[in-house]
């Protein structure tokens, strides 16, 4: 039996970890590669990492935290930020990191995704989407770490990913993410019934509970989770740590 | 000391850098000469069979690597495409394998759309036929996969793991001194060290 996925997904801003409430008011929580060793000891499945502002500040991906984390590591690792052009994501995969993810060039250059797909296959390509809730109940696309609105609906913007060459979906429920309210459960089944890639759902995980609710009411194939991992509880300080895996293991049968 | 070829094609960093983490030395080359003296060979490679076989075939790595496997006898692992490579074909191209192990790799195809692919995430396996790479795995050994095409052995005795995924197929074979698995050891925890480990010491 092919077990979920359950992936850290950790936040870079500078060269330090943060950790963002609706992508807003990042917090410190410590070194990425300090953090990533422990996530190795503990044995993660897969491990997340994305640079929010690389983008916005026209930053390239820090290839020397991404070296130094392939070392470290020995699970799949995902890198996402600043990546718009086929040299330096062919750099990263260079380095040992084997996903790259994508978000705001799929806008501005959405042939990158299918040219790195060719090259380097569709299983190496995650495309990120953020999605926001607004005042009206209705999703709404967001790209540039959320800053910037996209005039696509999220399904069809999906599925469009797919067509492109994308072998996975990282889906961010913006008004969900830091609040440990849970997961979006509407929109991850929104959207994983609408593709035939697996589909990662991030935003809100508070506990295992939520972690199995999104699993076997969202359908999500693979689990994401922020704050869950790095703070000891809601409202309390940094604690590197992650759920217990045979509760984890229980709860996912 | 492992011999990591290089012939354009795979994830060569990951393999290396777990080497050096359990004490072992390893070198990534695609030098002929290198590859001739090579006690012991790891075959990697992600990406599609036909365009893996014309770089192997075009290379000059071919030869060689016929001489170290089938006249030397220098133990060989394939991991991932690499292990694909070494049977006779694929489904998913039409160019001929190296036909080190008589097996050949078949596409999944699921009519439930729960069933994604590629198969990619961790799964457990089961040993076959006992192997000195698979020796000492621990209960409930697991694995990373990231694949949409299997192998499937002729003889049941070349299958010394195998894994469920919608059906039952080989995640690790054997024929005397070629070994394949494939999941990613190079991905996989402790899990890896110990297959690696085991390949070190054959």
Redesign the interface.
Known sequence: ?????VIPCLLLKGDTLVKTVNFKKPAYIGDPVNTARIF?EL?V??LALLDISATNNNNKPDFKILAEL??EC???LAYGGGINNFEDAKKI????I?KIIVNSVAFTNPNLITQLAEH?????IVASIDVKKNMFGKYQVYSNSGTKKQKVDPVAWAQELEQLGA??ILLTAIHQEGTWKGFDIELTKKIANAV???VIANGGASSINDIENIVKEG?A??VSLGSMVVYQNKGMGVLVNFPNQTNLRKALK | MITIVDYGMG?L??VF??FK?IGVVSKITSDLEEIKFAKKLLLPG???FDKAMQKINTSGIREVLDQKVLIEEVPILGICLGMQLLTNSSEEGTEKGLGYINASAKKFIFQD??M?V???????VEKSTSSLLTTNFEEES?F???HSYYVEVVNQANSILKT??GLEFDSAIQHKNVYGAQF?P?????F??KLFENFSKI
């Open positions: 039996m092919l077990q979920t996925r190795n044995e499945d897969e392939a070392n020995f699970m799949p995969f260079k380095i040992g084997e380097f296959g569709n299983q190496a072998g996975e035939n890639i697996p359908d194939s693979a | 994830n960093g990951s850098n777990m983490k992600v990406g599609s759309k729960k994604k590629p198969h990619m995430g961790w799964n457990l697991r990373y996969f990231v469920n995924y990613h190079e991905k996989s925890h402790k890896g060290m």
